[in-house]
C-alpha cells in the first residue's frame, strides 16, 4: 500500500493583499498624526489663552491702582509706561508689570517660535508674543488691550513697531501661532477668541478714534 503525502500550503500574501496593507497603514499613521498635531495645536491655543487672562488680570490691577488708566496711559514717573508709547520698546509696557505679572513665561505664547525670558530686567520684544494697545482704556471697554501679534493688514505680515488701524485697513490674522485665528483681550479685561473677520468688526467698534498697537 503505498502511502500519499499531502503537501502543507503555507499561507501568504499576495501582492494585491500586500499593497492594501500597507495602504491601510498608510492612511492610519496619517490620521494618526492629524490627530496629534490638532491636539497639539489646542493645547497650546489653552495655553496661550491662559496667559492673556493672567495679564488681562494683572493689567485691570494696575487700572485700578491708577484711576482707571492702564500702564500706556500713565507716566514713567508713576511706575506706568506712557512715554515709551511713541518707541517700538513694547516690552516696556510689561515690565511696568513686572510686580504684578507673576513671571515673563506668561508674554511668550506656546505656539511662538520665541523664548521666554529669565526675567523681567532683561525682558526685551523679542521675549514677547503679544502686541499692546496704545489707546486702550477702561473708559472703552470693548477697545483693544493685548492680544496675539501674528497680525496681518491688508493681506501683508505686520512687523515690530506702531501699527494704525484705520478704516482703510483690512486686520486680520497670519497662519502662524493659531491658523488664521488669535486671543485678544478687550478693555473690559475679557479674553475671547477671534476670527480675521471678528477681528476686523472689532477694530471698526472699539470705540476709540483710532486704534494703535504696538507689536513687539
Not at 497639539?40 to 489653552?46: D, G, T, W
Not at 489663552?49 to 508713576?78: E, W, Y
Not at 520665541?114 to 482704556?137: E, K, Q
Request: hydrophobic share 45%.
Amino acid at each position: 500500500m503505498k502511502l500519499f503525502r499531502q503537501r502543507s500550503r503555507i499561507a501568504a500574501f499576495t501582492l494585491n493583499e500586500l499593497l492594501v496593507i500597507i495602504a491601510v497603514a498608510v492612511v492610519l499613521a496619517a490620521l494618526a498624526v492629524s490627530a496629534s498635531a490638532k491636539a497639539k495645536a489646542k493645547s497650546r491655543k489653552i495655553a496661550c489663552t491662559n496667559n492673556l487672562k493672567q495679564g488681562a488680570f494683572t493689567f485691570r490691577i494696575l487700572c485700578n491702582d491708577h484711576g482707571d488708566a492702564f500702564p500706556m496711559g500713565v507716566s514713567t514717573n508713576k511706575a506706568g509706561s506712557m512715554e515709551y508709547v511713541t518707541t517700538s520698546d513694547v516690552f516696556w509696557h510689561f515690565r511696568a508689570m513686572s510686580n504684578e505679572l507673576s513671571t515673563p513665561k506668561l508674554l511668550v505664547c506656546p505656539a511662538d517660535n520665541r523664548s521666554a525670558a529669565s526675567t523681567f530686567a532683561v525682558l526685551s520684544n523679542f521675549n514677547i508674543s503679544y502686541f499692546v494697545g496704545a489707546d486702550a482704556t477702561d473708559t472703552f471697554p470693548q477697545s483693544l488691550l493685548a492680544g496675539d501679534r501674528n497680525l496681518m493688514t491688508n493681506g501683508v505680515p505686520v512687523g515690530s513697531g506702531l501699527l494704525v488701524l484705520t478704516t482703510n485697513v483690512t486686520v486680520g490674522w497670519t497662519a502662524a501661532q493659531h491658523t488664521h485665528s488669535g486671543t485678544v483681550v478687550l478693555g473690559d479685561g475679557s479674553v475671547q477668541q477671534f476670527t480675521s473677520a471678528r477681528l476686523q468688526e472689532q477694530s471698526a467698534h472699539s470705540g476709540v478714534a483710532t486704534n494703535r498697537l504696538l507689536i513687539p
